[in-house]
């Protein structure tokens, strides 16, 4: 079951610019959601998350905003930066503590 | 701190033998999840323990199953192998009880079936 889903398997920034990844999920009793991050060869790397209290997170270069009518969340990366250059999942959890994970994003940032 | 660590590396089998996966989880954490990452695909969520109790499990058939020892560490274990367990195993640990906290992962088990 496609419960969470990131629509673009890829997605390509200048070096400097911002890099947009979104996520959409379908579960309404999803109320903390994540973005891992993942280089090859290493497990998932915990980024940023934001509780459905909220509708932004900010750290650092990384905000996340959540739309909680659109069920729709994303990621914004500011300044882009070629170290940012991996897999982005996107991740929801609900009270049951069961997360349920996006297909990923695959960013390049180019110098 | 130490993080996630799991065991081995890699693994190769042949169809029909059995395989155990182990993860012993960040210090302090008590809940263990298990997921399996397919070529190309995103994380499927397996099992998860917390306490030494199976919480929950995802929609896989009875021949995966696992274990959370009395120190929290976990063996997953997959019977019967078929080509299509070949994938990435990834263990992920965080603290119990209840509120929302990160999970975090190890760096996996890479199963292969011949």
């Known amino acids: 079951d496609q419960q969470v889903k990131q629509n673009s398997p890829s997605l390509s920034v200048q070096e400097g610019r911002i890099s947009i990844l979104n996520c959409d999920y379908t579960n309404s009793m999803f109320d903390y959601f994540l973005w891992y991050k993942k280089y090859p060869a290493e497990g998932p790397t915990f980024l940023i998350s934001?509780?459905?209290?909220?509708d932004k997170n900010e750290d650092g270069r990384f905000t996340v905003f959540l739309n909680k009518s659109a069920k729709h969340l994303s990621l914004h990366i500011v300044p882009s930066q070629p170290g940012d250059s991996a897999v982005y999942f996107c991740a929801a959890s609900d009270y049951n503590n069961d997360m349920r994970f996006g297909a990923g994003t695959r960013l390049t940032v180019k110098p | 701190e130490a993080g996630v660590t799991q065991s081995p590396t890699h693994l190769i089998k042949t169809r029909g033998q059995q395989a155990t996966l182990r993860c012993s989880p960040i210090?302090?954490?008590?809940?263990v999840y298990w997921y399996q990452q397919a070529l190309g695909l995103g994380l499927q969520f397996l099992l998860w323990y917390d306490e030494g109790e199976e919480r929950n499990r995802g929609n896989f058939p009875p021949r995966f199953s696992g274990r959370q020892f009395p120190n929290y560490s976990s063996e997953l274990n997959v019977n019967a192998l078929e080509l299509e367990d070949s994938a990435l195993y990834l263990c992920a640990s965080k603290t119990g009880g209840e509120g929302n906290q990160p999970q975090h992962f190890g760096d996996g088990t890479r199963l292969s079936i011949l």
């Open positions: 934001i509780s459905s209290i909220k």
């Open positions: 210090s302090g954490h008590t809940s």
